[in-house]
Each structure stands twice: as C-alpha cells, then as structure tokens.
C-alpha cells in the first residue's frame, strides 16, 4: 500500500486554481500567436495542434519535476505575456511564444533541473516527428493532409524557440547542463521545422524569411 501512495504521488499532476487560470491565458496567448502564422484561419484542427505543442510540453516540464518531489506550477510571466501578445499581431515578424514557465522549488542537482528542462523540448520534437511520419505513410498512398505539416512545423518552431540559450528559455539550462545535448536537441528542432517546411512547398529559405 505504500508503494502504491509513492508511486501516485510521483505521478499524479496536481493543479491549482490559480495554474489553471495562469495555463487558460498563456495557452490563448499561444494560440493567438500560432494562428497568426496561418494568417488567422479559424480552425479548430489548427488550434488543437497548437494548444496541444504548448500544454504538452508545459506539462513535461511538471509532471518530471513532480516525479522528482519538487513543487512545480505554471505561472504567467508579465512581459512574456506581453511580448507574446505582442507578437500576435499579424505585421509583426518575429513570433515570441514564453508566456509562462512552470515555476519549480525542491532540490534538484544541476543534471535533474536539466533533465527538467530538456522534457519540454522533447515532448515537441516527439510530436512533431508523429506527425511527420503519419503524413509520409499516408503520403505513399495519395491521402496525406498538409495540416500534418502544420503540426510538424510548429513542434519544430516551439522546440527551436525553446532552445534558443538565453532569456531564462530551456535551452539556457540546458546548454549550462550538457551542451552536447542541447546541440542535438536544437539540430533536431531545426531539422523538423525545416523539413516540414520543404514537404509543405515553404522552401527552407521560407523559415529564414519568416522568423529573420
């Protein structure tokens, strides 16, 4: 029985109302920010790849924290929010997704807050390279659907902003943790988000075009 307890301890997400209400107004913020690169197509396969890069990789980043007994919430950044807002706008050509982190206290040796770090990340580039290979399957029998495409490269873009080295993103921690895996992991964000941009007739100069 108390191994039971442990083990759904560890495992079990808790929420409180307060990140709740903070995850509701980042994953809006995200969403606005992600239509705005599909210039504002109300659809609700769109939102749902989206909401999902950005709740899923939030939530990596606390289920692993929680798995190692730290406290771990999620909570709106004011000038991220503000940023991300910002970035929103259709005219403006840079996209900012960090409205948030997952705020974390317990403690974590330096290769545990790394690991915490890299989850987030890596629940993207899972995503993204699902969604690239059910298309490419279903590309080899004529009844691929470009939306699969816009579900790879909004993995690879929240995985590559991510992993970008400052800021206070995850690729700083990462890159101070172990930078042999945070050249990996940025090379595969790029990889997928370039990739799923050739597949989709973007062009790889389209990413230059679109974020520089």
Not at 8 to 25: P, V
Not at 164 to 182: A, C, E, S, T
Request: net charge positive; charged share 10%.
């Amino acid at each position: 029985m108390r191994i039971r307890s442990s083990l759904y301890d560890m495992i079990y997400l808790r929420f409180s109302k307060t990140e709740i209400l903070n995850l509701a107004i980042a994953t809006a913020l995200v969403a606005a920010v992600g239509m705005s690169l599909y210039r504002f197509q109300f659809r609700w396969d769109f939102l749902a790849i989206f909401i999902s890069a950005f709740l899923i990789h939030e939530l990596g980043h606390k289920f692993l924290a929680q798995f190692y007994r730290a406290w771990a919430e999620f909570r709106v950044l004011f000038y991220g929010a503000v940023v991300t807002a910002i970035s929103a706008l259709p005219f403006f050509p840079f996209k900012f997704i960090a409205p948030g982190a997952v705020m974390i206290s317990g403690n974590l040796s330096v290769a545990r807050h790394g690991r915490v770090s890299l989850i987030g990340p890596l629940t993207n580039l899972a995503m993204g390279v699902g969604f690239l290979c059910v298309y490419l399957i279903l590309a080899a029998i004529d009844s691929a659907s470009p939306i699969l495409l816009v579900g790879v490269r909004f993995n690879g873009f929240i995985g590559f902003f991510n992993m970008i080295p400052f800021m206070g993103l995850d690729g700083q921690k990462i890159f101070g943790w172990n930078k042999i895996v945070w050249a990996l992991t940025m090379a595969g964000a790029i990889g997928l988000f370039i990739g799923g941009d050739i597949l989709s007739g973007g062009g790889s100069t389209g990413f230059l075009r679109r974020f520089f």
